[in-house]
């Protein structure tokens, strides 16, 4: 199925350890964002890309890296965890980045920092 | 991004239409309405935009008034699996969406 996809659902993670979060889309859209969402905060923007090998911060990067070294690929990485980290993390792809483009989410992957 | 009122909660009876409204009084001309919606558990499933004139695709409708100040999503025909936390967003060529408290519509057998 074409799509946007994300692994993996659940991950539990001690505090100061390094973990990736996937995140692959097939329908060949430019545009690709990592959000996360937490109670009381709703969504907010950690990275963007607009094309592979193009990042670029969101309203709260810090603490994270990602890389975009394929248009089809997004991965988050936690390179040293922290309880804050804790949240539920939506990647999402548009085809453009104009305001008339869409994005389109997938379905999240909960993350908890021990 | 201009901000957005919506009601806390709605109900509708199955089979019924949904009409969810949006509040945008500060929404600029080259902002886009758009609405998502959030079942629980998964991520914000888009359902439609427009600029100034009114769309449907084969989810929804949405309504437009003429001053672009407020707009209403209508669901033609709910279902419980409409069941969801809707949200109203104005948009311009940002990216760090606002997604608000949004409504939560209950739709009843």
């Known amino acids: 199925d074409a799509g946007i996809t994300q692994s993996p659902r659940y991950k539990i993670t001690e505090t100061g350890r390094q973990v990736t979060l996937m995140c692959h889309q097939t329908?060949?859209?430019?545009?690709m964002f990592w959000y996360r969402q937490d109670l009381g905060h709703g969504l907010r923007l950690i990275y963007y890309s607009a094309a592979a090998d193009i990042t670029d911060k969101g309203e709260v990067p810090d603490g994270y890296v990602v890389s975009r070294s394929k248009t089809e690929n997004f991965p988050l990485t936690l390179e040293s965890a922290t309880r804050s980290q804790t949240s539920v993390y939506f990647c999402a792809s548009s085809e453009s980045g104009g305001a008339y483009s869409p994005l389109h989410f997938g379905n999240g992957t909960r993350l908890t920092v021990t | 991004d201009a901000k957005t009122t919506q009601p806390t909660s709605m109900d509708c009876a199955e089979g019924r239409a949904a009409n969810l409204p949006c509040n945008h009084s500060t929404i600029s001309g080259n902002e886009y309405v758009y609405w998502y919606r959030q079942i629980h558990s998964q991520g914000p499933q888009y359902i439609i935009h427009?600029?100034?004139n009114n769309e449907t695709n084969e989810m929804a409708s949405l309504i437009i008034t003429e001053d672009r100040k407020s707009s209403t999503l209508i669901l033609p025909h709910a279902t419980l699996r409409d069941t969801a936390v809707y949200y109203c967003i104005v948009r311009n060529s940002g990216y760090a969406l606002n997604f608000g408290k949004g409504t939560s519509l209950l739709v009843t057998p």
């Open positions: 329908w060949s859209h430019s545009y």
């Open positions: 427009g600029l100034k």
